[in-house]
């Protein structure tokens, strides 16, 4: 394959100007100007910035157990579709992701469909039901590697379990995901507490639930050295929290959501369950404490939180929806229009947030995974028209749910191409199908006797 044209987007360069790629064997085979394409592929990427596949750390794809949501087929074409090449996916499945055999049913499965990698994050308790430690040091040993561990969906609320969780998580150096939420405080919320939820009527989750939460996993991740990093902070004294903690060294990193800096509370007086996340759309003075957070660099990472949810489970009374939207598809979009294209945050930094820094934290370089653009590394890059206009249509998405609160907003750039280990896996937008995934789109029913045998094993062990 050759690709022709492109404006280059590595790390830790940043922008290096036009050239040609050729990518031969899954590898990108020689980087230069003016390449000759013999009998190959070539894919015109003019206009185009090309640049080392996104790396999603927080998507919940569901299977097993929720495939009417989403499975790991349909969140991989997601995925593939919004320019990711490898998605940490949240062990709250039912079974939950705690124990090694769920941890490889899942890796395999992303294998199977070979759209991205799909990396399980484990539980850090039995069951999620944060009384008794996982086996995380097993998990961390299995053929999918574990290396991150989160009860997220829910908070660990008990401060031993998550003290003993850090010291055994340090033990092998992996990274303990907060969901941080005082359960006390924000039990029977629908919505961020304050003149809105007032408003409306709707019982409200203090940003303080989420602060007393951080600022107790900075307060232990001091105490046992492990490393910690917040996912989804909502909040303007939850990123101040993780400000001082870095100025004071600890190991401490965070992420935020898309729709958290692009949203706020005032969209929720329509009702619109979409709108309904936990943690919940703050006030527009934190959504400007994010911006700034980003911009200084104390949040790391820009995640989705893809939550999908089925239509009865949103298009009800309120205070019954589920929380969560779907976000793998929409985040670049968002992301180049409303950060980069406000000038919040650079190309190069942007970019990096969605490959470099999560790619860092999570240890890929493990897998042989480095998001860079250097001759003889895996081809696992993203071809997007950055000045592109379309408008979120949810009844295209790739998802299994449509549960995005973005259906017809304009979005400036735009995902051309993916390329994950050297095949095409989205050609002009649209999956184009290679390898195993036309096998398994060929066969009635989906995905084949191999991930049968996989539905038994987990009957049988999980
Ligand atoms: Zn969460």
Redesign the pocket.
């Known amino acids: 394959m050759l690709i022709k044209g492109a404006t280059l987007l590595t790390f830790p360069q940043g922008l290096t100007g036009e050239a040609d790629v050729k990518v031969k064997g899954g590898l990108i085979q020689k980087i230069g100007r003016g390449l000759r394409s013999e009998s190959c592929q070539t894919v015109d990427a003019s206009g185009c910035i090309l640049a080392p596949g996104l790396v999603e750390m ?1 998507a919940h794809l569901r299977e097993p157990g929720m495939e009417y949501k989403e499975d790991i087929a349909s969140g991989s074409r997601a995925a593939a579709c919004g320019g990711y090449s490898a998605v940490f996916c ?1 062990p709250n499945t039912e079974p939950p992701i705690d124990n090694s055999s769920v941890a490889e049913y899942v890796f395999d499965r992303g294998e199977d469909e070979g759209l991205c990698m799909v990396l399980p994050h484990g539980a850090v308790t039995q069951g999620r039901q944060g009384k008794a430690l996982a086996p995380m040091g097993e998990m961390g040993t299995c053929r999918a590697g574990v290396k991150g561990f ?1 009860d ?4 660990v609320a008990d401060s031993e379990i998550m003290r003993r969780a850090m010291e055994y998580a340090r033990t092998f150096d992996a990274l303990i995901i907060s ?1 941080s ?1 005082e359960p006390s405080l924000s039990a029977g919320g629908q919505m961020n507490e304050g003149f809105n939820s007032t408003f409306l009527g709707l019982r409200g989750i203090p940003p303080e639930s989420e602060r007393i939460g951080v600022f107790r996993d900075i307060c232990l991740a001091e105490k046992t050295g492990a490393r910690l990093h917040l ?2 902070l909502s909040t303007a004294g939850s990123v101040d929290l993780v400000r001082d903690a870095k100025r004071r060294g600890l190991p401490v990193t965070c992420e935020v959501a898309t729709h958290h800096f692009t949203l706020d509370d005032s969209g929720l007086l329509g009702y619109d369950t979409n709108l309904k996340m ?2 919940p759309l703050r006030s527009k003075e934190d959504v400007a404490a994010l911006l700034e957070a980003l911009a200084d660099g104390t949040i790391d990472v820009i995640a989705t ?1 893809h939550a999908p949810h089925a239509p009865h489970e949103k298009e009800t009374e309120f205070d019954k929806a589920e929380f969560g939207c779907v976000g793998l598809e929409t985040s670049l979009g968002l992301v180049l229009t409303r950060l980069v294209g406000e000038g919040v945050l650079s190309l190069a930094d942007a970019i990096a947030k969605m490959t470099v820094a999560p790619a860092r934290l999570m240890s890929m370089e493990r897998w042989g995974y480095l998001p860079a653009i250097e001759e003889g590394l895996a081809a696992n890059l993203v071809i997007f028209d950055p000045d592109a206009e379309w408008t979120v249509d949810a009844a295209a998405l790739k998802s299994r749910s449509r549960n995005t609160p973005y259906d017809g907003w304009r979005l400036r750039g735009k995902v051309r191409h993916t390329i994950f280990r050297g095949n095409l896996v989205v050609e002009d937008g649209e999956l184009a199908l290679v390898g195993d995934a036309v096998a398994a789109q060929a066969r009635p029913g989906g995905n084949g006797a191999r991930k049968k045998k996989q539905d038994e094993r987990l009957k049988t062990t999980g």
């Open positions: 927080h949240m989160s997220d969906g829910s908070p969901h939420e996912a989804h936990n943690p939180d």
